[in-house]
């Protein structure tokens, strides 16, 4: 079993739309938590960290389920700069970023 | 001030031979990991370095090889290459190397194509 799952998508939306989607990750003593987003041939950036209460910056809210081990991502009415992959990342209690294989958005106009 | 620096961006190499990959963390990062990403997949670890110390390794070959030097600059090195070392290669700094949140900052990557 994969560290961190994601479903990969595509998800194609238009301008405004608000779209959602998930990751799981196995590790039950996992400690932090972060969405990346990656651009089409480009390194990955910090969109947000993911606390425990949930958090949000503003379009985005990411929300963590330690129970059910799953963390999910948020974009309210999305833009075209919003299409990109977003990757769901889990750091381990040895202090190793495990990434999951990402999620496509695509925003059309 | 300038963030992760990897050089060279795009590398070709042949099988059988070996390449060193660069990386200059951003400044007053003292953590260093290293990172493959093969196409339509996410990175996958491979190193972390701290203070010159290797405290993590991925499940890669012994090919595979890093350090890191006093000014907590890096060096990743494959030996043996094959078609399937083909990948991004990312690299990525943080403040500390434990600890909640500490977010990697990553570079632009290093291309390497191995015909």
């Known amino acids: 079993r994969k560290e961190v799952e994601q479903d990969p998508g595509p998800f194609n939306v238009p301008e405004g739309a608000t779209v959602a989607f998930n990751c799981t990750y196995s590790n039950s003593a996992s400690q932090s938590f972060f969405w990346y987003r990656q651009d089409c041939r480009k390194e990955p950036k910090l969109l947000m960290s993911?606390?425990?209460s949930g958090n949000e910056d503003g379009r985005f809210t990411a929300q963590l389920n330690r129970a059910s081990q799953y963390i999910s991502l948020l974009i309210r009415d999305s833009k075209l700069s919003d299409s990109a992959t977003y990757l769901c990342v889990v750091n381990g209690d040895d202090y190793k970023l495990s990434f999951g294989a990402g999620t496509t958005v695509t925003v059309r106009a | 001030d300038a963030g992760v620096t990897q050089s060279p961006t795009h590398l070709i190499k042949t099988r059988g031979q070996h390449v060193t990959l660069r990386c200059s963390p951003i400044?007053?990062?003292?953590?260093v990991s290293w990172y493959q990403q093969v196409l339509g997949q996410g990175p996958q670890f491979i190193f972390q370095?701290?203070?010159?110390?290797?405290?993590g390794r991925g499940n890669f070959p012994d090919r595979f090889s890093a350090r890191q030097f006093p000014n907590y600059s890096s060096e990743l090195n494959v030996n043996a290459l094959l078609l399937g070392d083909s990948a991004l290669y990312l690299c990525?700094?943080?403040?500390?190397?434990?600890?909640?949140?500490?977010?990697?900052?990553f570079g632009d990557g290093t291309r390497l194509s191995i015909l």
């Open positions: 993911v606390y425990s």
């Open positions: 990525a700094s943080s403040l500390e190397w434990q600890g909640l949140y500490q977010p990697q900052h």
């Open positions: 370095y701290y203070e010159k110390e290797e405290r």
């Open positions: 400044s007053g990062h003292k953590s």
